[in-house]
T-cell receptor, first 110, second 111 residues
Framework: SQTIHQWPATLVQPVGSPLSLECTVEGTSNPNLYWYRQAAGRGLQLLFYSVGIGQISSEVPQNLSASRPQDRQFILSSKKLLLSDSGFYLC?????????FGEGSWLTVV | QKEVEQNSGPLSVPEGAIASLNCTYSDRGSQSFFWYRQYSGKSPELIMFIYSNGDKEDGRFTAQLNKASQYVSLLIRDSQPSDSATYLCAVNWERDDKIIFGKGTRLHILP
C-alpha cells in the first residue's frame, strides 16, 4: 500500500530564513504529488502539484517553490520565509482516483 | 473558477442522531467527489468517494451526489462523539490533475 512520509514534523523558523520540506512516497510509481497548506482556521489551499519528474504546476503566486528531483520525492522550498507562510503543510499523493496525505509539517515563522 | 463551498459550522448534533453535511461546487464537468475527515492537528483521512449520481453507502456513512444541482452531501447515521471533527469536501474535475477542497464543516456530536 502507498505510504507518504513527510518531514520535519514541526519547525520554527525566523522571518527571512530558508525552508525545505521533504516528502517521499512508498508503494507506488509515477504518482501525482501535491503540496497543500492549511492556515489556522482555514481550508486546504493547493500550492503545487506534479505529474512527473521535473513537472511542477503552481497554483498560487508566492515566495514558495517546489521541485521533484525523483519520481517519489517532492520538495517544498523558500529562500526567505514570511510571517504569512506559517501553517500546516501537507504532502499528498494519488492512488487510483483519490489522494492520501502524509502526516503534515507544522511551520511557525517568528 | 473552480470552487468548492461548505458551511463552516459548527454543526451540533446529538449522539445517535443523523448528521448531514453539505457541499456545493461551482463548475460543471466535475468527475469525482470525496469526503475527508480531519481531527484537530492531524492530516485529513479519506472517508469515501463517489463518482455517479445517487447514493453510496459505506457503514454508517452515505454520500449523495446530484450533478445537475452541483451538490454532494455526507450523512452520518448513529452519530458518535468520535465523529466530532472537521469534514472536508473535495472535487476533481475532468481532464484536470488537481483536487480542490472546501474549507470544511466542523461537526460536534453532543454526548
Amino acid at each position: 500500500s502507498q505510504t507518504i512520509h513527510q518531514w520535519p514534523a514541526t519547525l520554527v523558523q525566523p522571518v527571512g530564513s530558508p525552508l525545505s520540506l521533504e516528502c517521499t512516497v512508498e508503494g507506488t510509481s509515477n504518482p501525482n504529488l501535491y503540496w497543500y497548506r492549511q492556515a489556522a482556521g482555514r481550508g486546504l489551499q493547493l500550492l503545487f502539484y506534479s505529474v512527473g519528474i521535473g513537472q511542477i504546476s503552481s497554483e498560487v503566486p508566492q515566495n514558495l517553490s517546489a521541485s521533484r528531483p525523483q519520481d517519489r520525492q517532492f520538495i517544498l522550498s523558500s529562500k526567505k520565509l514570511l510571517l504569512s507562510d506559517s501553517g500546516f503543510y501537507l504532502c499528498a499523493g494519488d492512488r487510483g482516483n483519490t489522494i492520501y496525505f502524509g502526516e503534515g509539517s507544522w511551520l511557525t515563522v517568528v | 473558477q473552480k470552487e468548492v463551498e461548505q458551511n463552516s459550522g459548527p454543526l451540533s448534533v446529538p449522539e445517535g442522531a443523523i448528521a448531514s453535511l453539505n457541499c456545493t461546487y461551482s463548475d460543471r464537468g466535475s468527475q469525482s467527489f470525496f469526503w475527508y475527515r480531519q481531527y484537530s492537528g492531524k492530516s485529513p483521512e479519506l472517508i469515501m468517494f463517489i463518482y455517479s449520481n445517487g447514493d453510496k453507502e459505506d457503514g454508517r456513512f452515505t454520500a449523495q451526489l446530484n450533478k445537475a444541482s452541483q451538490y454532494v452531501s455526507l450523512l452520518i447515521r448513529d452519530s458518535q462523539p468520535s465523529d466530532s471533527a472537521t469534514y472536508l469536501c473535495a472535487v476533481n474535475w475532468e481532464r484536470d490533475d488537481k483536487i480542490i477542497f472546501g474549507k470544511g464543516t466542523r461537526l460536534h456530536i453532543l454526548p
